[in-house]
Nanobody, 122 residues
Framework: QVRLVESGGGSVQTGGSLRLSCSAS????????MAWFRQVPGKEREGVAA???????NFADSVKGRFTISKDNAKNRVDLQMNILRPEDTAVYFC????????????????WGQGTQVTVSA
């Protein structure tokens, strides 16, 4: 059984930064792909960033140039550095792992964390 645990959420003002981390435990192995998603109540979950085991990344258009994603393959940990945050970035952010198609659009991930709240005030 695989467990993903997110940390680093919180509240910040517009223009600020936050760093989210996600660590995997349990029956882990070097994941092919890890990613971050976010969801606002009443809306569909949105892919934010994904990173392949080889380091290739892809991002949602809304966060390009502001967010970066990094991964420690040995530790099965993925971080999301969020800069120049905007109120529309407010959401619950979820860590996800393992998808044959490593993309924020169309990737079907097997493992999910419980989520961490990010709130950006104007």
């Amino acid at each position: 059984q695989v467990r993903l645990v997110e940390s680093g959420g919180g509240s910040v003002q517009t223009g600020g930064s936050l760093r989210l981390s996600c660590s995997a435990s349990g029956d882990t192995y070097p994941f092919y792909c890890m990613a971050w998603f976010r969801q606002v109540p009443g809306k569909e979950r949105e892919g934010v960033a994904a990173i392949h085991r080889n380091g290739t990344t892809n991002f949602a258009d809304s966060v390009k140039g502001r967010f970066t994603i990094s991964k420690d393959n040995a530790k099965n940990r993925v971080d999301l550095q969020m800069n120049i945050l905007r109120p529309e970035d407010t959401a619950v952010y979820f860590c996800a792992a393992e998808s044959a198609y490593c993309s924020v659009k169309g990737g079907l991930f097997i493992y999910w964390g419980q989520g961490t709240q990010v709130t950006v005030s104007a």
